[in-house]
């Protein structure tokens, strides 16, 4: 089982030390494609969190079955396989969130954070903590997603929750700045996500020096990151 | 452990590919039953959904049958972008045609096909046009479809409503930056002009083919 100090560390690592999107900068190519407003960020998290916790927890329970050699294809085979059944399923017996989450879903195949945190984390690790690891990595994606998204609808167009209706009908998005704000393209088009994503990277490095600094220990090595998409 | 009980490297081989091969059986398997097993609640939602769709087309006054059911195949049809035999509904109004519904598909969307239902009168005029299934950009292409469009009172999509060639001549048949006449929002040019030009193809076709379009009721 799974004691609460474990779930407690999963948990700062996934939110803040590993976070998938700010530190270890993984999944850009469909994180900044669709962080161009906060309700989109937040919809491909929510998917992302299903599909990482399932993935983690079938992969480590069948991680004894799998030889090292062939274990890239097989965690490959297992993640798509394991994104089409939710596709499938959600299509078949949630239409309603379908209609919401669906085309949010397939972009997750191609997110190499999940085969990341596989490899890393559920082919060593017991199903359960596999399965937190998962479903904590898909919720530091959340609150990262949900803030770069939140900024680029914010600047680029100066609205927040723009595609609420779609979740509660009655809702409508919020004008935050004046109605006649011209808009900043540039935030919504990829480069301004690279840019915002740099920013809110450098936030987290200078937040960590300087509690590293009150703490009166050597200031930590930023975290070499090896992005991928 | 003794050198002959040492795995050869063929061995190994024949070993590994054979594991490789039943994860593959067991999870296509998977797969396959779930497909199964999932086919025909999507099937009907997307039935559901068609109707929806075709009802936000074409105003309710301009038919009184069922359209399901009046629905013809066509053949591949390359002026409309399908490849494969698509559904073409007819409305009728006390008995005569009043309009057509075609399914139409733009095969150079920013990524990958843009379907559409576009729903023309029997006067040439084009009803409506709804964008039903697509992967555009979420956030910078999908205003294309009215759900997703900022524009809550005139979207995007309904500038096609009541356009016909008699209005609007082919050449102004574009979006503005080609010198059209249809609006386009900045930094997403390619959906809107292959809807533009889907479209346009698909009204021509229709009118050369009017008549036999709208006597395929009988």
Known sequence: MITWAELKTIFQNSNWNQNPCIVQILGLCPLLAVSTNLINGVMLALATIIVMSLSGFVVSLLRHLIPYEIRIPVFILIAATLVTVVDLSINAFMHEMYLILGIFIPLIVTNCIVLARIEAYAAKQKPLHSLFDGAFMGMGLLWTLGLLGGLRELIGGGTLFSGIESIVPTWTALQILPADYPGFMLAILPPGAFILLGCMIAAKNWLDARAAAQAKLPPPEPVATAGCH | ?218
């Open chain 2, 1 to 218: 452990m003794p050198f002959s009980k040492e795995p050869t490297a063929a061995g190994m081989a024949v070993r590994t590919a054979l594991i490789l091969f039943l994860f593959v059986v067991a999870f296509t398997t998977v797969l396959a039953s779930m497909h199964a097993l999932t086919a025909p609640a999507i099937q009907a939602s997307a039935a559901e959904e068609e109707m929806r769709m075709i009802k936000e087309t074409l105003p309710q006054a301009l038919y009184d049958n069922d359209l399901l059911k009046d629905a013809k195949e066509l053949p591949a049809t390359a002026e409309i972008g399908q490849d494969q035999p698509s559904k073409v509904y007819l409305a009728t109004l006390q008995g005569k045609p009043s309009a057509i519904v075609l399914q139409v598909v733009a095969p150079d969307g920013y990524s990958g096909k843009i379907r559409m239902l576009v729903a023309v009168r029997s006067n040439g005029e084009l009803a409506g046009v709804r964008v039903t299934q697509h992967k555009e950009t979420p956030g910078l292409g999908d205003y294309i479809d009215p759900k997703k469009d900022k524009n809550k009172t005139r979207p995007w999509i309904s500038q096609f409503d009541g356009l016909s060639f008699a209005k609007r001549t082919e050449k102004d048949w574009a979006v503005k930056k080609d010198g059209g006449q249809f609006d386009a929002n900045a930094g997403a040019t390619v959906t809107p002009r292959a809807v533009v030009k889907a479209v346009r193809k698909a009204l021509r076709w229709a009118e050369a083919n009017r008549e036999q379009l709208l006597a395929n009721s009988k």
